[in-house]
């Protein structure tokens, strides 16, 4: 699968979900400078976005976590359980272990924290547009807290070379298809070594693993 790429004539489609007007106006009127991304819906809640979703598709859900009726983890749970088109960031001002941990186990694309820049948030989101990875930098320390960390080092997962080098970009952000790209491979070759890596290692999402990755290189 190529990443699908946005132009003006044909944005990418956002729906924000959030309890505060202000906040989805502002994050609206910020995206609204960026010619190849449309926030076609906003929500106040959970159950909201999920009845929009029934209907709708858009390629980008951006969640609160901290709303009323259905909070953003039970509503990426559902959107998961539905097998719902689209990437899902959460966007929060919670960077409690557990939410983060949950978040990791239900299969987010994204994790920022509301405290960002501004320029920063546009920048990551048009990332996870392009299928990259999305974490906050001042998440690191808590990520590597929620995860389930191994105890051996990558060298004693019996990796092997390809799967090292895979294991390597992930940690760097790259997407299957960039991966592909560097090694000269195709991408569904890329994800066969990918499903390696995290069945040897023990870990459930790509971000785990970068993470783990990334506490690996820091030893």
Same mark, same amino acid.
């Given at each position: ?96 272990? %557990? ?27 048009? %990332? ?92």
């Amino acid at each position: 699968m190529s990443i699908k790429v946005y132009t003006a004539t044909s944005p990418a489609k956002l729906l924000l979900v959030d309890d505060h007007p202000m906040i989805r106006r502002g994050l609206a009127d910020l995206l609204g400078f960026e010619n190849n991304i449309s926030v076609v819906a906003e929500a106040n809640h959970g159950e909201e976005a999920l009845a929009y979703l029934a209907n709708h598709s858009v390629d980008l859900i951006v969640l609160d976590n901290n709303m009323p009726v259905m909070n953003g983890l039970e509503t990426l749970k559902k959107i998961r359980e539905r097998e719902t088109e689209g990437k899902v960031l959460l966007f929060t001002v919670s960077d409690n272990s %557990k939410d983060v941990k949950d978040a990791l186990q239900l299969g987010v694309d994204g994790y920022l924290l509301k405290d960002m820049e501004p320029e920063d948030i546009i920048k990551d989101i048009h %990332k996870i547009l392009r299928d990259e990875l999305v974490i906050s930098p001042s998440l690191a320390p808590i990520l590597a807290q929620a995860m389930r960390k191994p105890a051996k080092s990558a060298d004693n997962f019996d990796l092997t070379e390809r799967e090292q080098q895979v294991l390597q970009m992930i940690a760097e952000g790259l997407s299957n298809k960039m991966i592909g790209n560097k090694l000269g491979i195709a991408e569904s070759t890329v994800k066969v070594h990918v499903k390696h890596i995290l069945g040897k290692v023990g870990l459930r999402t790509r971000v785990e693993a970068a993470v783990w990755a990334v506490q690996q290189h820091q030893k």
